[in-house]
Nanobody
Framework: QVQLVESGGGSVQAGGSLRLSCAAS????????MGWFRQAPGKEREGVAA????????YIADSVKGRFTISRDNAKNTLYLQMNSLKPEDTAMYYC????????????????WGQGTQVTISS
């Protein structure tokens, strides 16, 4: 089992920045991939960014490419999402996810999920 706890969400104006963190605990040595997803009201959960735990490959959604960066500190078992040039359409609940065998931006590929952290961007 893996437990994931997100933090760092909040409310900022358009053009601002936020950094989300996701602390993993439990059987972290089995983690193959970690990622960030988001879900806006009335919309499906979508993949934002994902990274192999060894850092050799990352996936970034086109909608955030050039603005968001995913990174990891494996010594701290922590995943980050640096979000710059935020837009109102980035407003959503952001979730951290982990899986032991697959990696992509598809939500079905992740077995473990955090509770989410809210990001609200005002215009």
């Amino acid at each position: 089992q893996v437990q994931l706890v997100e933090s760092g969400g909040g409310s900022v104006q358009a053009g601002g920045s936020l950094r989300l963190s996701c602390a993993a605990s439990g059987y972290t040595y089995d983690i193959y991939c970690m990622g960030w997803f988001r879900q806006a009201p009335g919309k499906e959960r979508e993949g934002v960014a994902a990274s192999l735990y060894n850092g050799t490959r990352t996936y970034i959604a086109d909608s955030v490419k050039g603005r968001f960066t995913i990174s990891r500190d494996n010594a701290k078992n922590t995943l980050y999402l640096q979000m710059n040039s935020l837009k109102p359409e980035d407003t959503a609940m952001y979730y951290c996810a982990a899986d032991m065998s697959r990696c992509s931006l598809g939500r079905a590929n992740f077995a473990y999920w955090g509770q989410g952290t809210q990001v609200t961007i005002s215009s």
